[in-house]
Every structure is written in structure tokens, then in C-alpha cells.
């Protein structure tokens, strides 16, 4: 094996640091350096192969060695490498991948705003959401509600909506009181002794009428929730949590944000998490696995009501101030244009539904293992929680660092998988992956939870 000697100098000094605990994760040998890919499995740069368990960070929908994506941004590149979309200027691959777009998604959405990424698609809504208020009239109506235990992004102003310790602590987070946070829908930590499911989401809706009623409707812009809360341990909502929560938001007139850049594009088993849990969103997010990650893209899709006032009030001021040198790259719009055809084309929705059902028994069985309390999912997304006592729900202690030190188990066994906080192993392999793989997964992952037990058991 050989390197180039920054490479490896790089090497030799670098370290891993796991974003949620700040553990070394591989203080001796340096970082996991990723080389090549082919369908759901990676290759490091010693020659050792690995399923990719969290499809990258929950995006590469269509594997790693993917062709028409390859030669789809290459066809572009030689059309037209670029193009801005300021001053009513556009391209043709933005155009045809905005309508294809928008024929996909939610009846209530009807036109969409490319950016960059999931974080800069959630600022764009904070600062348009605010924007349309003012158009309004209504300037004291910004303050926007989040739940805890969501990420929604890591920049300033999404991380005000990401109500994760990691991306708060050292940051000055949050600074503003425009955003407030109601409890995460995870029954197995959140319900009450003796709750049912049906009683625990009645007291969610209610906590967040209380908290809009405590603030002022007049003062309350939005909710932003994604459909299954990815980054903070995949939560799965109750069946009812949704429909409780939405008649709430429409009495006062709060809009909702449905943030899809982990849950959009088939991954819950429908095209997109809002149809999963019947969401007719206000505004949505779109990030991730709309170009399978082979090239940045994101999105923010509106309602026709909403866009309207932006455009009015634009008229009026002459202009709406803001935008993105890269925002709609022509380059990215061609891939994310083709990563949309071969879903439709090659039925991946189907295969995500037929495959969905032994994903998730072979989760539902990870809870057999000692160390699991709770395995959770739907669709193509799933965790695993993990406990130091099943029968009390008792987590390790923080020292413990008990979903990393499983992780990190698991690489020896060939699985790469992602360490979330409370103690949850995220999983979200891309979307073609077939039964075989998924048993090779799961077996993989029983593996280095036994590897993991005697050293967790230990804390």
C-alpha cells in the first residue's frame, strides 16, 4: 500500500473526531480513509470492504459506483459547466428537474428553490418565512418551534432549530428567542408510566398548543419537524402524532415546515416522509438523496399561497435580496434530474417496498440482544437503541460513550454504521440494497455489539 506524501503525513498525524462525543475514535491509526465503492459497499485504503450502513450520511441512495449519474454530470459539464439563477435567469436542467420535482411531490407544494444543502435550505425558509410575515403585516409573528432531539443543520441559523447539545455547545447556541422546542414524539423515552401511545401524542399536541398559547399566536411563524427525526435516533412518530399535531398548527395559523432532506425520496417507503405520515407541509426541504449525494443539491419547495406573497412583496421592494452563486448549478440540477429518472425508471420505490419488510424483521430482531432496548424504523431507516438495563430502560453512563464504542465494533466485522445521541445506532443503507446484504448487515451488526458488550457492561 502506498501513499503520497501528504496523504500520508496526514495520516500519521490525523485523527477521527466523532461529531457527537468528541471520542478519538481512532486516535492510533488515524482516520478511516474511504478509496472506492461499488453498490452498498466501500473500500478503505487497505483493501478491506465494508457495507455502508448509513448510505454516507443518509444519501447515497443509489450506491457508489452508480454510471448514468457519472456520465449525466460529464454531459453537462461539456454543454454548459455553469450558470447563475439570479435576474430571471435559468438553464434547462434546473427548469426539467423542478418540474419533475414538483410532480413528485406533495399536492400542496408548487414551486421550488434550489440551493445547496439541507442547512441552506432551512436558513432560506427561516429568512422567507419572516419575510412573508412582514409581507403580511404581521412583524411580531417569527418565532419558530422546533422539537428536541431535531437536527435541521449545523449553521447558524438552522442550528438555532437543531436542538442537539453538540451543536449549541461553544457555539453561542441559541441566541434568539424566536425558537422554542416541544418534545421529541419517542414514546419509548418520553411516555409516562402507565401511558398509552394515544394519551402520550394527546399531550404532545397539547404542549404545543400551551407553548403557542403561552407566546402569543400572533408571535408564532412555524413548526419545522422532519417526518422521522434522523440525526437525533430516528425517531418514528406514533401513528397518531401527526394527525394531532397538524390541526393545532392550522387553528393558529402556523406554518408547516416538513424538513425531508434525510426522509424525502422513497426512504420511508413512500416517495416522500409527508405522504408516509399524510403531511400536506407548507414548505419542505429537500437535500441528500435528490442527486444521491453524487453532486450538492438541495431545495426548498413552497405552497402557491406562500410563494405569492414572497413574489408580490418582492414587486413592491423591486427585487427579493438574496440568493446563491450555486444555487440551481446546472451540473448538480443534471444529476439530481437523472437520480430522478432511475427511481422512476427502475422502480426503486417498488424495491424499497419490497425489501422493506425484511428490513425491518431483521431490525425488530436486533432487540433479542442484550444491549438493545428498543429497534425502531420504517421503510429503509432504522436504529437500534442501546441500554445498560433492558427491564429499567437505563442508559450507560455518558464516560461510556456506548454507541460509538458499537461502531467502532462493528468496523473489524465489515459494517459501517453511525453513533447518534441517547445512545442510538443509526441505520439507512442505500436504497438498492437487496435481502442477502440486509442479512449481511444485520449479521454484522450482531457481531460487533457482541464485541462491544464486555467493554459497555464494564462502564
Known amino acids: 500500500m502506498t501513499h503520497a506524501p501528504n496523504s500520508l503525513a496526514a495520516r500519521d498525524i490525523a485523527y477521527l473526531v466523532h461529531p457527537y462525543t468528541n471520542l478519538r475514535v481512532h486516535e492510533k491509526q488515524g482516520p478511516l480513509v474511504i478509496t472506492k465503492g461499488k453498490g452498498v459497499w466501500v473500500e478503505d485504503d487497505d483493501g478491506k470492504q465494508y457495507i455502508e450502513g448509513l448510505a454516507g450520511l443518509w444519501c447515497a441512495a443509489l450506491g457508489f459506483d452508480n454510471k448514468r449519474l457519472v456520465e449525466a454530470a460529464r454531459r453537462q459539464m461539456e454543454i454548459m459547466p455553469y450558470s447563475h439563477q439570479f435576474a430571471h435567469r435559468s438553464t434547462t436542467p434546473v427548469i426539467e428537474l423542478g418540474e419533475k420535482l414538483l410532480a413528485m411531490a406533495p399536492a400542496s407544494l408548487s414551486k421550488v428553490w434550489f440551493v445547496n444543502s439541507g442547512s441552506e435550505a432551512i436558513d432560506t425558509a427561516i429568512k422567507l418565512i419572516w419575510y412573508y410575515n412582514n409581507a403580511k403585516d404581521r412583524p411580531e409573528k417569527k418565532k419558530i418551534i422546533s422539537r428536541k432531539r431535531a437536527y435541521h443543520g449545523i449553521t447558524l441559523a438552522a442550528g438555532h432549530l437543531t436542538a442537539l447539545e453538540y451543536a449549541r455547545k461553544g457555539f453561542d447556541l441559541p441566541m434568539a428567542d424566536r425558537f422554542l422546542n416541544v418534545t421529541a414524539p419517542t414514546f419509548y423515552r418520553e411516555g409516562q ?229 441517547f445512545d442510538a445506532i443509526g441505520i439507512c443503507p442505500p436504497l438498492i440494497i437487496d435481502e442477502a446484504e440486509i442479512d449481511q448487515l444485520f449479521d454484522r451488526l450482531w457481531s460487533g455489539l457482541d464485541d462491544a458488550m464486555d467493554k459497555l457492561q464494564a462502564a
Open 193 to 421: 408510566a402507565g401511558e398509552t401511545e394515544e394519551q402520550f401524542t394527546d399531550r404532545l399536541a397539547k404542549e404545543l398548543e400551551d407553548l403557542i398559547l403561552e407566546h402569543g399566536p400572533e408571535t408564532v411563524a412555524a413548526y419545522v419537524a422532519e417526518p422521522v427525526q434522523g440525526a437525533g435516533g430516528v425517531i418514528v412518530p406514533p401513528d397518531s402524532y401527526f394527525p394531532k399535531i397538524i390541526p393545532v398548527l392550522k387553528k393558529y395559523d402556523v406554518l408547516f415546515v416538513a424538513d425531508e432532506v434525510i426522509c424525502g425520496f422513497c426512504r420511508t417507503g413512500q416517495m416522500f416522509g409527508s405522504q408516509t405520515y399524510g403531511i400536506e407541509p407548507d414548505l419542505m426541504t429537500v437535500a441528500k438523496q435528490l442527486s444521491s449525494a453524487y453532486l450538492p443539491i438541495a431545495g426548498l419547495l413552497m405552497s402557491d399561497e406562500f410563494y405569492q406573497v414572497l413574489a408580490d412583496r418582492s414587486a413592491e421592494l423591486g427585487n427579493i435580496g438574496m440568493g446563491y452563486t450555486y444555487g440551481g448549478h446546472p451540473v448538480s440540477a443534471a444529476v439530481a434530474l437523472e437520480t430522478l429518472k432511475i427511481y422512476e425508471e427502475e422502480d426503486t420505490l417498488g424495491h424499497v417496498q419490497s425489501v422493506a419488510p425484511h428490513f425491518m424483521k431483521r431490525l425488530k430482531a436486533m432487540e433479542q440482544h442484550p444491549l438493545v432496548g428498543e429497534a425502531r424504523g420504517v421503510g429503509l431507516i432504522g436504529a437500534v437503541e442501546l441500554v445498560k438495563d433492558k427491564a429499567t430502560r437505563e442508559q450507560f453512563p455518558a464516560s461510556a460513550k456506548a454507541s460509538v464504542t458499537a461502531v467502532n465494533a462493528c468496523l473489524p466485522h465489515g459494517l459501517i454504521l453511525r453513533g447518534l445521541p
